[in-house]
Nanobody, 115 residues
Framework: QVQLVESGGGLVQPGESLRLSCAAS????????MGWYRQAPGKQRELVAV???????NYADSVKGRLTISRDVAKRTVYLQMNSLRPEDTAVYYC?????????WGQGTQVTVSS
């Protein structure tokens, strides 16, 4: 198993930035895929970005150019840098991981973008 703990959410104004963190209990090089999903009230959970064990990344079209996924292998942590935040980015952000063909999820962190 792998435990995932998200942090870094909060309340910000439109145009501001936040950085989310997802700390894993195992080496992230052994985790084939990690990423960020989000779920807004009344909506389905949607993919935001993923990073593969080799370091390649993919993004949802809606966040390209504003959100960046990265990792620190030594800290076993994946980050989501969110710039130019919009009210429609308001959601609970979750960090999933695929570890030995099983999927694990963190508890989520709330991001609210409002003036």
């Amino acid at each position: 198993q792998v435990q995932l703990v998200e942090s870094g959410g909060g309340l910000v104004q439109p145009g501001e930035s936040l950085r989310l963190s997802c700390a894993a209990s195992e080496s992230i090089l052994r985790i084939s895929v990690m990423g960020w999903y989000r779920q807004a009230p009344g909506k389905q959970r949607e993919l935001v970005a993923v990073i593969f064990s080799g370091g390649s990344t993919n993004y949802a079209d809606s966040v390209k150019g504003r959100l960046t996924i990265s990792r620190d292998v030594a800290k076993r942590t994946v980050y989501l840098q969110m710039n130019s935040l919009r009210p429609e980015d308001t959601a609970v952000y979750y960090c999933p991981a695929r570890y030995y063909q099983s999927d694990y999820w963190g508890q989520g962190t709330q991001v609210t973008v409002s003036s």
